[in-house]
């Protein structure tokens, strides 16, 4: 987040994008290349849907695409500008068969392939694998082309020593996700009593999370509004200021406690509201 001048931040906190398709946000994803991936699915109609808008310029570069396996779908990882899907072996059943990717900027799939099964990506390779009787085989695949690099026989172990290797490797240097409040924290912040300015009869439920960039207090919370319902809000409090800039209602009526509703990539804040929409501000 170095770079961000966050004085006189809320004259410049601006929303960029706002989507909302009908259906329920599944998942939120950055490519490597920095489009914002978001997965919706109607579970009544079972029908998934994804959408790509580009996070620094905040065009759309598609919405609510579907392939030709409408439900029965699901993204492995994301490789530049190509989403790597997979099929289900058997539907309602977590097992994972073929693997398909689709260029984001041409919005066709570039390949498919039904014999192997997506392990990891590994220095822009795909590790895949078939299922035999007894046990598996390993394999290397081009992202781009498709094409079987190398055959790697079947030493399992070898291959899940690497997969440790790479989820270490995952770079998250560029997220800032919310951390809970604790009496103990190194927030700094009384944050029960900054919340009870902004809701004087406040009654809070479950845990506070916040995210603290140079003079930002990013914090989301519930509260109670009847003896079985709560209301998520967020706010973004200028710390310098002592004051609010910024306040949102991300869950009007839950009956439960939803973490996890925002976090900062970059210089774009990116809010879950309602489960349906995705609301991305730009700081600068």
Not at 33 to 53: Q, V
Not at 72 to 94: M, N, Q, S, V
Not at 207 to 234: A, C, D, R
Request: with cysteine.
């Amino acid at each position: 987040m170095s770079g961000i001048n966050f004085k006189d931040y809320q004259l410049r906190m601006k929303k960029h994008i706002r989507f909302k398709d009908g259906s329920q946000v599944w998942r939120i994803l950055i490519s490597p290349t920095g489009n914002l991936i978001i997965e919706t699915r109607d579970t009544e109609k079972k029908e998934a849907y994804f959408s790509c808008y580009n996070l620094e310029s905040g065009k759309k570069v598609f919405k609510s695409h579907q392939l030709a396996e409408k439900y029965w779908i699901g993204i492995e990882d994301l490789y530049k500008d190509t989403i790597l899907f997979h099929r289900f072996a058997k539907p309602d059943l977590p097992g994972h068969k073929s693997i398909i990717a689709f260029d984001v900027n041409s919005k066709q799939i570039a390949w498919e392939n039904n014999d192997y099964s997506f392990l990891f990506l590994y220095d822009d390779i795909i590790y895949c694998y078939t299922q035999k009787f007894e046990g598996r085989l390993f394999y290397t695949i081009d992202p781009v082309t498709g094409n079987i690099i190398d055959e790697l026989g079947d030493d399992a172990l070898a291959i899940n020593k690497l997969k440790y290797k790479t989820d270490d490797a995952r770079d998250f240097s560029d997220y800032v996700f919310p951390q809970i409040s604790t009496e103990t924290d190194n927030s700094g912040f009384d944050l029960k009593t900054i919340i009870r300015e902004e809701e004087e009869s406040v009654e809070l439920a479950g845990e506070v999370e916040y995210v603290i960039i140079n003079e930002l207090l990013l914090v989301n919370f519930h509260h109670k509004i009847s003896t079985e319902l709560l209301e998520n809000k967020f706010f973004v409090y200028n710390i310098a200021m002592r004051k609010t800039v910024k306040s949102e209602i991300l869950n009007s009526a839950v009956n439960s406690y939803v973490p996890d509703s925002f976090f900062v990539y970059q210089n774009f804040l990116i809010l879950l509201k309602e489960k349906s929409e995705v609301v991305v501000y730009k700081l600068d």
